[in-house]
């Protein structure tokens, strides 16, 4: 892990988590981040239309759904971030020829949705009881004009950063699987926001860990 410059400060706005919300999906969750807040269900394993069988692992489909309107290029572009980041951690090949479909309904962007989005996968994965090689989450950054970098942005705060950078982190070697940035930035600040995205992340984890213990030990 590369050092964090003494500048370079990981705060995360409050987290907040509830798995089993809804009743139709095999897992779901929603996850807030501040005043972000996004809804996840995930269905299957299920039969898979023929054109988009895989005779060895299983087909995953990720939607995501604005607060108002159709999706856009924007959302097709998070639906591929999700999507390679959640087949980089589930045993799809555990369940051939079948069907996972994720579908992520956004309540609130209030900015750090694509990061948002991601804790509420990987909390709906986890509902639904999917095997999985590693838990993952996310976390957005930026770096404002004068050069700090800032964790967790809201959105007027992204509106003034120059760069944007969103990592999924995984839970073993705290290892970037996926990366989606805009933006001018250097090679030495995006080594040090992935740095900062690391630290951060063990805070992520540790609130999986809370929110997991605290709903198993209430059914006890």
């Known amino acids: 892990m590369m050092e964090v410059s003494a500048s370079s400060t990981v705060s995360l706005r409050k987290f907040g988590c509830e798995q089993s919300l809804l ?5 779901s969750a929603s ?14 394993p299920a ?8 005779y060895d692992r ?52 209030d900015g750090s949705l ?4 991601l804790n509420a996968a990987c909390m709906a994965l986890m509902d639904a009881g999917l095997p999985m090689s590693c838990l993952f989450c996310g976390v957005t950054c ?3 004009s004068e050069g700090q970098i800032v964790t967790d942005p809201t959105a ?19 290892r970037v699987m996926m990366s989606s940035t805009k933006g001018s930035f250097s090679v030495h600040e995006l080594q040090q926001c992935i740095a900062v995205c ?18 198993y030990s209430k059914s006890l």
Do not use: N, W
């Not at 996850?31 to 299957?44: L, P, R």
């Not at 039969?47 to 895989?54: A, G, T, Y």
């Open 23 to 27: 009743s139709r999906p095999d897992g």
């Open 114 to 117: 694509l990061s948002c989005c």
């Open 47 to 54: 039969e898979v239309k023929v054109s988009k069988e895989i």
């Open 156 to 174: 007027d705060q992204e509106k003034e950063s120059r760069a944007l950078m969103t990592f999924a982190i995984d839970s073993k070697e705290r």
């Open 31 to 44: 996850f807030v981040q501040g005043d972000t807040s996004v809804m996840a269900g995930v269905y299957g």
């Open 58 to 109: 299983a087909t995953l489909e990720v939607l995501i759904q604005p607060k108002v309107g159709l999706p856009s290029v924007k959302e097709r572009s998070q639906e591929e971030c999700l999507r390679q980041t959640c087949e980089a951690s589930l045993l799809l090949s555990l369940h051939p020829r079948s069907s996972l479909t994720l579908v992520l309904q956004v309540l609130h962007d």
């Open 142 to 144: 930026g770096i404002d």
């Open 198 to 215: 690391q630290r951060a992340s063990e805070k992520i984890f540790q609130f999986y860990r809370d929110s997991v213990s605290r709903r």
